[in-house]
């Protein structure tokens, strides 16, 4: 098992400029996230999806969209890049009510807008 | 709002010593609690999970208390070794969402 996978590891970006980062697990779990960590500080979540065909937003959800494709897939897309968007993103899945609310975590997406 | 913040920053212990990990909670309805490790350049990685219903959990070299009356959580790692060096945060849960403190950076000295 591949666990988390996470494309693209780095990217730079203009302003303005949009991109998807895309994530995908191969454990069948059913809730997907998408945090965002800045230098020095812990994870914020910026939205999650509980199940298959549902997202919700989290802590700091402007600038961003998201799409659960399927049960595996769940990609964040920024729709117009800003210097503020410069963090390491990081995608985690779990599978809930099996004595886990415990996070999976993706190695992250090294994102740069200049 | 609510919060989990962590007592200090850095934490420097010497290799073979124990390592203790504090933490601070401000919701008291949350009712998972979780430490995860960050080595540099990686994601974090779970390492022990507690329960509200529990004040004590042990795993492997880990132990993780939790003090309800005082919203305090600690983790304890015995014999800390050289691959133990990251940044260890604690977060609490609820609603599917996870609340992070800052972390504190665990340093072993040889």
């Known amino acids: 098992n591949a666990g988390v996978t996470q494309t693209p590891k780095f990217q730079v970006l203009k302003t303005g400029q949009s991109m998807t980062l895309q994530c995908a697990q191969d454990?069948?779990?059913?809730?997907m996230y998408w945090y965002r960590q800045d230098p020095g500080m812990g994870l914020r979540l910026i939205y999650y999806?509980?199940?298959?065909?549902?997202?919700d937003k989290g802590e700091v959800p402007n600038g961003y969209n998201v799409s659960r494709l399927n049960k595996r897939e769940f990609s964040l897309r920024l729709e117009s890049a800003a210097p503020s968007q410069t963090s390491v993103y990081f995608c985690?899945?779990?599978?809930?009510?099996?004595?886990?609310?415990?996070?999976?975590f993706g190695p992250g997406t090294r994102l740069t807008v200049l | 709002g609510e919060s989990v913040g962590l007592h200090l920053p850095t934490l420097s212990v010497q290799e073979g010593d124990n390592s203790i990990i504090n933490c601070a909670y401000s919701?008291?309805?949350?009712?998972?609690f979780i430490w995860y490790k960050q080595e540099s350049g990686k994601g974090p990685q779970f390492i022990i999970d507690?329960?509200?219903n529990m004040d004590k959990r042990q795993g492997q070299r880990v132990t993780v208390l939790l003090n309800k009356t005082v919203k305090h959580l600690s983790l304890q790692i015995a014999a800390t070794q050289p691959g133990d060096s990251a940044v260890y945060f604690c977060?609490?849960?609820?609603?599917?969402?996870?609340?992070w403190g800052a972390g504190t950076k665990l340093i072993i000295k040889p």
């Open positions: 985690a899945s779990s599978d809930i009510g099996r004595g886990a609310d415990t996070q999976y």
């Open positions: 454990m069948n779990h059913n809730s």
């Open positions: 999806s509980a199940s298959e065909g549902t997202t």
């Open positions: 919701n008291s309805a949350s009712d998972y």
């Open positions: 507690i329960r509200s």
């Open positions: 977060a609490e849960g609820s609603n599917y969402q996870l609340i």
